[in-house]
Antibody, heavy 122, light 112 residues
Framework: QVHLVQSGAEVKKPGSSVKVSCKASGGTFSSYGINWVRQAPGQGLEWMGGFIPIFGTADYAHKLQGRVTITADESTRTAYMELSSLTSEDTAVYYC???????????????WGQGTLVTVSS | QSVLTQPPSVSGAPGQRVTISCTGGSSNIGAGYDVHWYQQLPGTAPKLLIYGNRNRPSGVPDRFSGSKSGTSASLAITGLQADDEADYYCQSYDSSLSGHVVFGGGTKLTVL
C-alpha cells in the first residue's frame, strides 16, 4: 500500500520561501509521477506542478512559473515543493499526490498526502 | 476561473439520484483526454472516486458512476446517502499553455 507523508504546518512571512516535503512508502517511487496541488481556504483545488521521475523533469502551472520548484530524491523516496516570494494569497493547504502513471500527467492521482497548511502572515 | 466548469452546488434527498456536470473545451475533455473525479470530505485530502471517465477504484460503491461525451463529463450518484455530502471535483489534462492538469471549481453536494 502506498502512503505519502508530508512535512508539518508552516508559518511564513511575506516575501519568504517555503519548502514542503512528501515522503513515499510502498510501491515503486521512480515509476510514477507526482503532482502538487494546493487549496486556499474555502476554495477549490489548484494544480501547481508535477515531477516525472523517469524523465527527471518538472512542469509547472503557468501562473506559478518562476516561483515554484519541484524536485524529487529517489534515494529517500521524497518529493519536494518550494514556493518563493510568498504573499498572503499563497496561504493554503498543499498536497502531494502520486499519479497512476509514470510518463506524463494524463493520469489520476490515487494516493494523496495528508496536506500541509502553509500560512503567510506578517 | 477554472478551466473546467462545474455547478457550485447540487442537492438531493436520501435515496435520490444526483448528477454533477463538468464542462471543458477543445484542449482538454474535447481533445479526448480522460476525466477523473475526486470526493473531498471536510478537512480531508481528496479521494479518487472515478478514473478514466467511468472506472471505479476498488472500494468505491457502484452507486457512483461517470460518463463523458464531447466536451463534457458527468458524475452520477444514486441512492444518495448522508455521508455522500462532500465536495466533488473533476480533473482532466489540458494541452494549452494554461497548464497540464486542470480541475473543475468543485461542486458542493448537500444531502437534504
Amino acid at each position: 500500500q502506498v502512503h505519502l507523508v508530508q512535512s508539518g504546518a508552516e508559518v511564513k512571512k511575506p516575501g519568504s520561501s517555503v519548502k514542503v516535503s512528501c515522503k513515499a512508502s510502498g510501491g515503486t517511487f521512480s515509476s510514477y509521477g507526482i503532482n502538487w496541488v494546493r487549496q486556499a481556504p474555502g476554495q477549490g483545488l489548484e494544480w501547481m506542478g508535477g515531477f516525472i521521475p523517469i524523465f527527471g523533469t518538472a512542469d509547472y502551472a503557468h501562473k506559478l512559473q518562476g516561483r515554484v520548484t519541484i524536485t524529487a530524491d529517489e534515494s529517500t523516496r521524497t518529493a519536494y515543493m518550494e514556493l518563493s516570494s510568498l504573499t498572503s494569497e499563497d496561504t493554503a493547504v498543499y498536497y502531494c499526490a502520486r499519479l497512476q502513471g509514470g510518463d506524463g500527467y494524463n493520469y489520476p492521482a490515487a494516493y494523496w498526502g495528508q496536506g500541509t497548511l502553509v500560512t503567510v502572515s506578517s | 476561473q477554472s478551466v473546467l466548469t462545474q455547478p457550485p452546488s447540487v442537492s438531493g434527498a436520501p435515496g435520490q439520484r444526483v448528477t454533477i456536470s463538468c464542462t471543458g473545451g477543445s484542449s482538454n475533455i474535447g481533445a479526448g483526454y480522460d476525466v477523473h473525479w475526486y470526493q473531498q470530505l471536510p478537512g480531508t485530502a481528496p479521494k479518487l472516486l472515478i478514473y478514466g471517465n467511468r472506472n471505479r477504484p476498488s472500494g468505491v460503491p457502484d452507486r457512483f458512476s461517470g460518463s463523458k461525451s464531447g466536451t463534457s463529463a458527468s458524475l452520477a450518484i444514486t441512492g444518495l446517502q448522508a455521508d455522500d455530502e462532500a465536495d466533488y471535483y473533476c480533473q482532466s489534462y489540458d494541452s494549452s499553455l494554461s497548464g497540464h492538469v486542470v480541475f473543475g471549481g468543485g461542486t458542493k453536494l448537500t444531502v437534504l
